[in-house]
Every structure is written in C-alpha cells, then in structure tokens.
C-alpha cells in the first residue's frame, strides 16, 4: 500500500503539470489580456505593467517562470527563532532549520494589494465549510434514501426516495436557490436570504470557530440547495448498486445459512454496493470544497466562486491557473483516498 501511495503521488506531479500546461495555453488563446479596458489605457503604462508581470515575454519563458514559482517545492534553512515570509499555500517546518515551501501563485492583476494566496487564505477556508456541510448533508440524505428504495423496491417507500432523487436532479442549483431565498429569506424571513456566519479566526485553518445558531441561521439554505442535487445522484446510485449485489449468489448463500436479513444487508451487500457510490464522492468532494460557484453568488457567500468567476472575466491568469492547480490536486487527493477506502469496503481488493 505504501509503494501505491508513493507512486500516486509522483504521478499527482504529472498531472498537475499536465493540466497547468493544457490551462495556461488556452487562457492565453483567448483574445485581450489582464490589463485590457473599456478607456485603453496609454502604451507606456502598458508596457511597464506587462515588464513587471513579465508578460512582455515569449509564452514558453512565462510557463517556465511559474512552473519554478508554483510546481517546484523550495527548501530553505533558517536560524532557530526566525522565519520566513508566508507566500506559500504549503509551508512545512521541519525541525529547526529546513522548510519546505510549496504552491506560491503569485500576484492577482486584478487585486495588486494582494497575492493569489492571500485571497485562497481568506475565501477558500468558507467555500471549504460550505462544501463540507454539502457533501455530509448529501451523504446522510442520499445514502438512507437509496438503501431504503433498494430493500423496499416496487412500494411506496422506493417511490418516494425515487421521487425525491429525481427532483434533486431534476431542478439545477440556479433554480433551486433562488427558489429558497424567496420563499424562506425574502417572504417567511426565517433565514438570512445572503450572506456567511463564519468568521476568522478558523480552528485548523478552515473549521469556523463560531459555530452556533447565527452560524446554521445561513448555511442552511445553500447547504440544502447543494446537497440535495448530490444527494439525489447518490441515492439513485446507491439503489442502483444494492438492487444488484443482492441478486448475487453470495448473498443467497448468506441467507441460506440462516444469517439475519440485517446481518446480510450491513455486512455482505452493502459494503460492495458502496464501492460505487464511493467512486462519485471523490469528484463530489473535490469540487464542493474548491468553490461552489453558482451557490457562492446566488446566496452572497464570499467564497472562492466570485473571485473564480470575475477572473476570468478579467483576464486575472494567476488566480485563474491557482484556482484549476488547487481543484487538480485535491481531486488526485481525494481519488487516491477513495482508492484506498475500496480496500476496506473489498476486502478482496489489494494495492501493490
């Protein structure tokens, strides 16, 4: 299993290369640039600004330049009682002396006061929280719901799981959220119709440390609209994958030595019926947590999602590449944690 890791993980490198290769080369496709605007701006401005962003280079030297900036981990050692400058999105102190630095995107065009680090310190911890509580939330919906239409099929039960995990899929969050702001935030007011209840400080750099009635008060209309469509795709998944296990003929043998009905489906059937559900939340996970856009600007989240979707508006090509790298990293993570978690569902299953 450790040599599999190992492997995964060098092959993560390939393909992040890979895939900031393939974004850089179709941002730069795209007519204008970072610094275009509706009054153009006078040449010399222009050129000095290209000169110190380094855009007035070949675009082979400008993939160079931020692959060393951004791919390739820096070592430095440093005396006891000082420290470096936190420009990296991956900072790691061993000992005393040696740090390892890692993922420092640098600048955004569009907010010169501050880098592309700065802004995934502030924003991706909330678009995180957001996608946490949507994934749990379509995992404690999704899973019972299917489970329960799978051993009911053909009655009222599997009827009503069906019913609702089609209208999870059937209606898009950009429905479904402004349905919720107007019908729970604007007309009954029970919730506020925008906004986040999480503030800094962050306990692990993420979790929000106010957690509390102010905090549920307005993540649970954009939780909901998130979580229903995946727990819609779960359940209907999950159905799917048990209605078969349990036409295997280990699990007619199971029941013929006399084991329980309860015995049979938690510990023979439903294990294996998970293998593919588990195979959908690694994808689910990686982009619930990098952003959920079009939910961070229908309730007013100050997510990753605005900022995602003004810079490409605005040519803004550092937070555009960063945003893609982090969202390629954490879905090689997560598949590589969901390869691992196929072992213990399948015993059988073995990594060498």
């Known amino acids: 299993m450790g040599r599999y890791i190992v492997r995964r993980l060098l092959w993560m490198l390939v393909v992040l290369f890979a895939v900031s290769a393939l974004t850089f080369l179709l941002m730069h496709s795209v007519p204008g640039g970072p610094f275009d605007r509706e009054k153009r701006l006078p040449q010399e401005i222009l050129d000095n600004l290209n000169a110190r962003y380094h855009l007035d280079e070949p675009l082979v030297v400008q993939y160079g330049r931020y692959i060393y900036d951004v791919l390739i981990p820096k070592f430095s050692s440093v005396a006891p009682g000082m420290s470096l400058t936190d420009d990296g999105i991956i900072n790691i102190k061993v000992g005393d002396h040696l740090w390892l630095k890692w993922m420092n995107f640098g600048p955004s065009y569009a907010s010169r006061s501050r880098t592309v680090n700065d802004i995934f310190r502030e924003q991706l911890p909330i678009s995180g929280q957001l996608g946490l509580m949507s ?84 993540a649970i209309m954009p939780v ?17 994958s048990l209605l078969q296990v349990i036409r295997e003929d280990y699990i007619r043998t199971a029941r013929a030595k006399g084991l ?5 489906i938690t510990r023979h059937a439903l294990k294996n019926a998970l293998i593919p559900v588990a195979t959908i939340l690694g994808p689910l996970f990686a982009a619930l947590v990098t952003g959920t856009f079009v939910a961070e600007l229908i309730f007013g989240i100050p997510g990753m999602g605005k900022y995602f979707v003004t810079s490409i508006t605005n040519r803004d090509y550092p937070v555009i590449m960063g945003t893609i790298l982090l969202y390629a990293m954490l879905l090689v993570v997560a598949n590589l944690l969901v390869d691992m978690v196929y072992a213990f569902l399948d015993p059988r299953i073995r990594y060498t």
């Open 260 to 264: 329980s009905e309860r015995v049979v």
């Open 224 to 240: 909901v609209a998130l979580g229903l469509v995946n727990s819609a795709i779960i359940a209907r998944l999950t159905r799917a």
């Open 135 to 218: 994934i749990t939330f379509a995992i404690l919906l999704g899973l019972p719901l299917g489970i329960l239409a799978a051993l009911k099929q053909n009655t009222l039960w599997d009827y009503l799981g069906m019913s609702v995990a089609i209208f999870g899929v059937s209606v898009p969050v950009i429905v479904l959220g402004p349905i919720l702001v107007w019908i729970f935030g604007v007309t009954l007011k029970w919730f506020p119709p925008t906004g986040w209840g999480a503030k800094p400080p962050y306990v692990l750099g993420f979790l929000p440390s106010n957690i509390g009635p102010e905090f549920f008060k307005y």
